[in-house]
């Protein structure tokens, strides 16, 4: 078997349905880009209409089969409707990765119930309401991949972690049970833990180079990731390849956690 035969037979989708919530930017971009490049028919979901046909302009010009669905999905019944319009443009999904946040941190004292509904609807309701959808489905057929984007938050708290930290943390906890429920049916489900990240999300923290110097100096690499970072780390937890991977948090931050 040739070295490209045997990379295929790992990591190919072909064949795979793929949807990115987020699709539009950043982190979600950089994935979505690396599993259409694999070969999945990808679904790009997002609230920005235009942004996301940007996005899967971008990549169809790289030869990638790529749809787009515009939704909020800060909103339950925009999920589920969101849900079903990916099936009505790709047929059911057998990877659904969750990249979409927000990143409202004002100091804890001064979080309402307002942010903290917003924040957790976005980035927890959304994922557990997508794997309620999907991963039953996946199961039947023997093959599905749940892939959710956390943060450092989830384990530690600095720079006002607020909502955002404990929906995280939360995010991973939906993953280990999802794994629990599913795995033996050939559905793994696992979290990216990120660093700080040069995305819009994180457009504030940005402002202040010192911060962003100081975090790039607690990594071990020596600098900041950015949405390419993890690409690949997505596509093997899509891929054939990850069948035993399954219920991790899988810090993808140049070492800044172990520093």
Known sequence: MSAAAHLTGLFSLEGRTAVVTGGSSGIGRAI????????????????????????????????????VVPADLG??????????????????PDVVVSAAGVNLRPPMAEIDEAVWDATMRLNLDAPFLLGQRFGPGMAERGYGRLIAISSQQAHR???????????????????????????????????????????????????????????????????????????TAALFLASPASGYVTGQSIHVDGGFSVH
Do not use: C, H, I
């Open 75 to 92: 909103d339950r019944e925009a999920v589920r409707a969101a849900a079903e319009a990916v099936v009505a443009v790709a047929g059911e």
């Open 157 to 231: 708290a600095f720079v006002s972690s607020g909502a955002y930290g404990v929906s995280k943390a939360a995010l991973e906890g939906l993953a280990r049970s999802q794994a629990e429920a599913w795995s033996s049916s050939g559905v793994t489900s696992n979290v990216l833990v990120p660093g700080f990240v040069l995305t819009p999300l994180n457009a504030r923290l940005q402002q202040d180079p010192e911060r962003v110097a100081a975090l790039a100096a607690r990594t071990m690499v020596g600098r900041n990731g950015v949405p390419d970072d993890f690409a």
């Open 32 to 67: 979505a880009a690396a599993l259409a490049g694999a070969g999945a028919r990808t679904v790009l979901v997002a609230r920005d209409a235009d942004r996301l046909e940007q996005a899967a302009a971008a990549m169809r010009a790289d030869g990638g089969d790529v749809a």
